[in-house]
């Protein structure tokens, strides 16, 4: 059989595949097909030549009397792989019982992904371990170094953060503008401060806080083209507030309980919601001047509380995946995504994104991090085992024990956060260098619970 079909010129194709950079871009493509070793090539090249494309077209339409220099853009880094449940699902099957019931927290009960398997909803060993201090000692800092993402925001006084969120907030948006009372705000976000419930390990003030800056970087990385002065304004105030009020227990709980608030919110997303309601409802009361939006227009109120509701909704861990599979479609698409509703996702993909942003910080910062987010599951393990209700067996160990602790974090970031990010740096391609943190904890994770089971196995020796 000949290698070239009839009716084909051999110098025709090969000055066509010249003139039109053919051999160059396959080149390109294969080359990044090997790096990426994606399990769904076709796909992979597919998104590719989207890519490309997308290139061309933003080209050809500069302006041709700029300045040379400018004209020049990197190429977009190659498409990530996709997320897609059902991978997902087959390397789940690999893992630990514990790792599998931790993302089982983030799927929707309708969603098919975590295979025919039934996951162990009860547990029954109850383990003892001794609990670590932890030092808060007073730093002050001021507004700007908060930014920084080696801060160590556990190590200052909860109440000393108060000013600088005041502070941070008339930083970053034009109240006068927007009509905005500063008095008012500033009465707000004490108000906020006072309602987030300091005894939880995690979620309290200074992670609300937290969030609030992060959401400021990613904004000023380039998430601010996303946005309007009023949904820009919306989204910090979304983020401080996003888990005021928390009990530090989990919407299962509340559910199972048949707490008041699952009653009130139909067991739908219920701390999100009782977050977003509370947030104005320590506006609006009538006890406290705290309307910091009374001077405001209706149409542009309707735009922040419209805002705000968003992105608080959009930390809940049953929509995850939804959103991750929303963003990897809108950085694919690009130009030819629907303008308002690129704007929205990407907001909610920004408060989302702070709101998991534990993993992409320093080791040191994210091991603090990851210690109380574990503490808050055993205690909660230890109050449905008191209750007699069913818990989920990676919430029971204490994070003392280190085995546990390295296999729920090496899960909780293979699975749920690196997806995520990876997909972010798609559209805001300067946080790069927090996917490499990222990977750096991992390694950490793993090298910590290798370590901790080698020594356990020596121990029965």
Not at 24 to 39: I, N, T
Not at 125 to 152: I, P
Not at 158 to 169: C, F, N, Y
Not at 347 to 366: F, Y
Request: charged content about 30%.
């Amino acid at each position: 059989m000949p290698l070239v079909p009839d009716g084909i010129d051999l110098e025709q194709m090969a000055q066509y595949f010249k003139d039109n950079d053919v051999e160059d871009f396959l080149v390109d493509m294969l080359l990044a097909l090997a790096k990426s070793k994606p399990v769904d090539p076709e796909e992979f090249m597919i998104d590719f030549i989207r890519e490309r494309r997308m290139k061309r077209k933003s080209t050809d339409t500069e302006d041709e009397e700029e300045d040379d220099d400018d004209d020049v853009e990197e190429m977009p880094p190659p498409p990530v792989e996709r997320f897609n449940k059902q991978r997902m699902s087959v390397d789940l099957q690999s893992e630990s019982d514990t790792v599998r019931n931790f993302v089982a927290e983030w799927v929707d009960e309708n969603d098919d992904v975590l295979g025919p398997q039934k996951l162990k909803r009860l547990g029954t060993a109850k383990l003892n371990f001794a609990r670590r201090s932890t030092d808060d000692g007073e730093v002050r800092v001021r507004s700007r170094e908060v930014l920084d993402w080696n801060h160590d925001f556990l190590a200052q006084d909860p109440r000393k953060t108060v000013p600088i969120a005041q502070s941070l907030l008339e930083d970053y948006v034009d109240c006068d503008k927007l009509g905005v009372d500063k008095k008012r705000l500033d009465t707000w976000i004490e108000l906020v401060h006072e309602n987030y419930i300091a005894e939880n390990p995690f979620h309290h003030w200074v992670h609300g806080f937290h969030v609030m800056t992060v959401v400021i970087t990613l904004l000023s990385e380039g998430g601010d083209v996303f946005t309007t002065p009023l949904t820009h304004f919306a989204a910090l105030i979304g983020a401080l507030s996003h888990d005021v009020g928390h009990p530090g227990f989990n919407n299962d709980y509340l559910v199972k309980s048949k707490n008041a608030l699952a009653i009130r919110y139909n067991d739908n997303a219920v701390l999100e919601n009782m977050h977003a309601a509370l947030a104005f409802e320590l506006m609006l009361g009538e006890e406290v001047q705290a309307n910091f939006l009374h001077a405001m227009p209706t149409d542009d109120f309707a735009v922040v509380r419209k805002t705000v509701i968003s992105v608080i909704l959009a930390t809940d861990m049953k929509v995850h995946f939804d959103i991750v599979s929303q963003l990897q479609a809108f950085a694919s698409a690009k130009g030819d995504a629907d303008e308002d509703k690129s704007k929205d996702l990407v907001l909610r993909v920004i408060v989302h994104a702070a709101d998991l942003s534990n993993p992409v910080l320093p080791t040191e910062r994210a091991r603090d991090w990851a210690y109380r987010a574990v503490l808050e599951f055993h205690n909660q393990a230890e109050l449905e085992k008191k209750e007699g209700l069913p818990f989920a067996p990676f919430m029971e160990p204490h994070p003392d024990n280190v085995i546990e602790l390295a296999k729920l974090q090496v899960g909780f970031v293979s699975f749920v956060v690196k997806p995520y990010w990876l997909a972010l740096t798609q559209i805001l391609p300067r946080l790069q260098h927090r996917v490499d943190q990222l990977e750096e904890n991992l390694r950490y994770w793993n090298k910590t619970k290798e370590e901790a089971l080698a020594k356990a196995e020596g121990d029965k020796q």
